[in-house]
């Protein structure tokens, strides 16, 4: 079945910028999905922060919308998140997750990457 | 933006019995676009539940949903030890697009 993992820098500096990977497996990146991000701070609730499709088009939480930027990379069928200008409070576990088109709801979901900020 | 409240904020409970958790949006959820998440500790949360009423793949037969509109309830019956877990419903359709309800920890009493 298809799997997701993210992957990318543990610890961040505040005012760095925050790129995490989500590599796709047993599924085309190109199919019809949207590719989303959602964190979790510790001991806390989910935040969702986007997602992406295949074509290009994006939808970001308004909260973030200044920070946030989404990508895809279909060769390698993984796509990206980059959050600019971090702080302590952008410490969180990231999830990468898959959403079918034209539905709400996200399955299966990545382990999970813990990102630290922290000067 | 669609805030989602769910209650009560934990249930103590005993295997075997049943857990009803509630879900309480703002706003009408469009088209029941509601989803309910399982998380255990150190875990990714697992669909449990979407479009309010559908059990995803896999899902056992014990956990059902259901509502409409603003209210929306998770039910587990006769609980396992494996359900002991936080729940999350979760919206889609407004602007931002989605949110999450703060969780329901459902322990063992």
């Known amino acids: 079945q298809v799997q997701l993992q993210e992957s990318g820098p543990g610890l961040l500096k505040p005012s760095d910028t925050l790129s995490l990977t989500c590599a796709v497996s047993n599924d085309s990146i190109s199919s019809n999905y949207w590719w989303g991000w959602i964190r979790q701070p510790p001991g806390k609730g989910l935040e969702w922060l986007g997602y992406i499709h295949y074509s290009g088009s994006t939808y970001y939480n308004p909260s973030l919308k200044s920070r946030v930027t989404m990508s895809i990379d279909t060769p390698k069928n993984q796509f990206s998140l980059k959050l600019t200008s971090v702080t302590a409070v952008d410490t969180a576990v990231y999830y990468c997750?898959?959403?079918?088109?034209?539905?709400?709801?996200?399955?299966?979901w990545g382990q999970g990457a813990l990102v630290t900020v922290s000067s | 933006e669609i805030v989602l409240t769910q209650s009560p904020g934990t249930l103590s409970l005993s295997p075997g019995e049943r857990a009803t958790l509630s879900c309480r949006a703002s706003?009408?959820?469009?088209?029941?676009?509601l989803a309910w998440y399982q998380q255990k500790p150190g875990q990714a949360p697992r669909l449990l539940i979407y479009?309010?009423?559908s059990r995803a793949t896999g899902i056992p037969d014990r956990f059902s949903g259901s509502g409409s509109g603003t209210d929306f309830t998770l039910t587990i019956n006769r609980l396992e030890p494996e359900d002991f877990a936080v729940y999350y419903c979760?919206?889609?359709?407004?602007?931002?697009?989605?949110?999450f309800g703060p969780g329901t920890k459902v322990d063992i009493k």
């Open positions: 479009g309010a009423s």
């Open positions: 997750a898959r959403k079918p088109a034209g539905t709400g709801q996200f399955d299966p």
């Open positions: 979760q919206q889609y359709g407004s602007s931002p697009p989605i949110t």
């Open positions: 706003q009408s959820v469009s088209s029941n676009y």
